[in-house]
């Protein structure tokens, strides 16, 4: 696992999301209510830039652009069709240096 910086935690206040490009994936980091979340910007439906679209800070619930699947941000399972899997989830946390980390896989 690699740890891959996001941004000083005051850069992501509740209700804000960020993009983060990390080589072979792009990554949303969602920060909901206090709670950061991570999932990969890629939607286990039809492949569709996920977080590109609208998300529900009250719910921490993404919403996919295409096709509407929501997104449970925590766990990457979907609540609604036409997605039937989960899309991959990361660790995120915030360092001692108030800089927000992410472990993605090497
Ligand atoms: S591409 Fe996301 S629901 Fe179809």
Redesign the pocket.
């Known amino acids: 696992m690699a740890e891959v910086e996001v941004a000083p935690i005051e850069e992501l206040p509740p209700g804000t999301m960020r993009l983060v490009p990390t080589g072979a994936v792009t990554i949303g980091v969602y920060n909901c209510d206090g709670k950061l979340y991570a999932i990969e910007d890629r939607?286990s439906?039809?492949?569709?830039p996920?977080c590109e679209g609208e998300w529900e800070p009250g719910l921490c619930v993404v919403v996919?652009p295409?096709?509407?699947?929501r997104f449970d941000l925590q766990t990457g399972i979907p609540m609604s069709l036409?997605?039937f899997e989960a899309v991959p989830t990361y660790a995120v946390s915030v360092r001692s240096d108030g800089v927000v980390v992410m472990e993605v896989p090497d």
């Open positions: 939607c439906h039809d492949d569709g996920l996919c295409r096709h509407g699947s036409p997605a």
